[in-house]
């Protein structure tokens, strides 16, 4: 069992920045891949950044590339997601997860297996 708490959410203006962490308990997690995901009403959910229990490595869906930055740390069981240059396309409920997948699957929804309760970040124009 790992669980997961995400902070960082609130609202901001366009062109302004967040950074939204994820705070694990329970398993191990720096054996853990972690992934960012969000959702807007009405949409599917969909896939941010992502980062393997090495942090050797990250993947970002095209929107977020240049902007956003996924990192972790470890030592205190937490990652990370910077977000820089917010937009209003930017806005939704983001949600943290973790897997044990192999890292070619971090991009898939369906590859997680504990996800957090998820933070709203509201980007006004």
């Known amino acids: 069992q790992v669980h997961l708490v995400e902070s960082g959410g609130g609202l901001v203006q366009a062109g302004g920045s967040l950074r939204l962490s994820c705070a694990a308990s329970?398993?191990?997690?720096?054996?853990?891949?972690a992934g960012w995901f969000r959702q807007a009403p009405g949409k599917e959910r969909e896939f941010v950044a992502a980062?393997?229990?090495?942090?050797?490595?990250?993947a970002y869906v095209d929107s977020v590339k240049g902007r956003f930055t996924i990192s972790r740390d470890n030592a205190k069981n937490t990652v990370y997601l910077q977000m820089n240059s917010l937009n209003p396309e930017d806005t939704a409920v983001y949600y943290c997860?973790?897997?044990?997948?192999?890292?070619?699957?971090?991009?898939?929804?369906?590859?997680?297996?504990?996800w957090g309760q998820g933070t709203q970040v509201t980007v006004s124009s």
């Open positions: 997860a973790v897997t044990q997948s192999w890292a070619g699957r971090l991009k898939e929804v369906g590859a997680y297996d504990y």
């Open positions: 980062i393997p229990w090495s942090g050797d490595s990250t």
């Open positions: 329970g398993r191990t997690f720096s054996m853990y891949n």
